[in-house]
């Protein structure tokens, strides 16, 4: 495993676009804010992004080959920032990185999915790498629960008829006494049932590391993932939130959507793998479901062709369910205590690792 140097400068390179921090004073101080945490450190500030749709290309192995070919040309400036750099907070990563940055050690994520980050070939070269899962939670919580309120309500089928001047009462559903399932139970969904408390449901929860017996604070009943279509068929909702991996690949496919009742309602703010598309599509045509809501796809962005954007009864978003300004608030405090944990050769909150 590589390690920060001892004595010397340490280089921490900033390779997000820095308006994303959302103001220049605020960006400048979190710079100086890192620096302060050790005489030794060095922030430099160099972009480096591959944008969407090479980001969901490098989340899958079958896409790999087509993601090298479409990876961007490095820059002298990005090349002589990598060549410094011992650890650097980051969305994107150039492939085979560690050739290009003999010194780098740590990687701090940007967002709670980091395959993108890993196809970089962290592991292998005993580079570090850390996730900001949590510190995008309440916001896209939020979010969700905005799309079930939305979506029981007819919000907007009611703007469309106040744009058409057309006095015609809708009367919408009753979200409290009904049964909600979580797949995942990660910092996302973990917020969702906190704020699902205030509507009186029935939760339910399906984990990856779910054993028999297992309890959890504010939810009602937690099922392992060999159980998940018993699960679905209790719930007149389902919200899923998990990271990409082998496993989640295609888990909501036709058979899931069969398994949910008639009349159920998805949402979808983790990973587009998850969901075979073409049955999400059926199973809203066929009005099996009432309807869905997703914020991520299997490809993005999504093509202007893609059936999605005219599916009934589906409403769409575009990656963007969180609140920037909270969450890089949120990762601010997460870079400075992995900093200091880094330093010291401690543990770092949210480390990835093969297990």
């Not at 082998?246 to 309602?265: I, K, N, R, V």
């Not at 993005?300 to 589906?314: G, I, K, R, V, Y």
Request: contains cysteine; charged residues 20%.
């Amino acid at each position: 495993m590589r390690q920060p140097p001892v004595d010397g400068p340490v280089v921490i390179g900033i390779l997000y676009p820095p308006e994303w921090f959302g103001e220049a004073d605020g960006f400048a101080a979190a710079c100086r804010d890192i620096e302060a945490v050790d005489p030794r450190l060095e922030v430099v500030v160099v972009t480096y992004e591959e944008g969407q749709h090479l980001r969901t290309l490098r989340g899958s192995d079958a896409n790999l080959t087509e993601a090298r070919a479409a990876a961007p040309e490095l820059t002298d400036a990005q090349r002589k920032m990598f060549a410094r750099v011992h650890a650097v907070i980051a969305i994107d990563l150039p492939f085979d990185v560690a050739a290009i940055a003999p010194n780098l050690s740590w990687v701090q994520g940007i967002g709670a999915g980091s395959t993108q980050l890993q196809s970089a070939g962290l592991a292998a070269a005993g580079i570090r790498l850390t996730s900001s899962a949590g510190t995008n939670a309440v916001g896209i919580a939020e979010f969700v629960i905005g799309r079930l309120l939305e979506e029981r309500k007819h919000f907007r089928a009611l703007a469309a008829l106040q744009a058409a001047h057309d006095w015609s009462p809708i009367y919408g559903t009753q979200l409290a006494g009904t049964t909600v399932g979580l797949i995942g139970f990660g910092a996302i969904n973990s917020a969702v049932a906190a704020r699902l408390r205030a509507f009186d449901v029935t939760v339910l929860v399906t984990r990856r590391r779910a054993r028999p017996g297992d309890r959890i604070d504010g939810v009602d009943a937690v099922f392992p993932p060999e159980r998940l279509h018993e699960m679905l068929s209790r719930c007149a909702t389902v919200i899923a939130a998990v990271p990409e991996s082998p496993e989640t690949t295609g888990l909501m496919d036709e058979q899931s959507f069969a398994a949910m009742p008639a009349g159920s309602f998805f949402v979808n703010v983790g990973r587009g793998s998850l969901v075979e598309e073409s049955a999400l599509l059926a199973a809203l045509a066929s009005g099996h479901l009432r309807g869905a809501a997703l914020d991520v796809a299997s490809t993005e962005p999504l093509p202007a062709d893609d059936p999605l954007w005219t599916a009934p009864n589906l409403a769409l978003s575009f990656h963007c369910s969180a609140s920037p300004t909270a969450m890089f608030d949120n990762l601010q405090r997460l870079v400075l205590d992995n900093v200091r944990r880094w330093l010291a050769n401690e543990p770092l909150r949210n480390e990835v690792t093969g297990d």
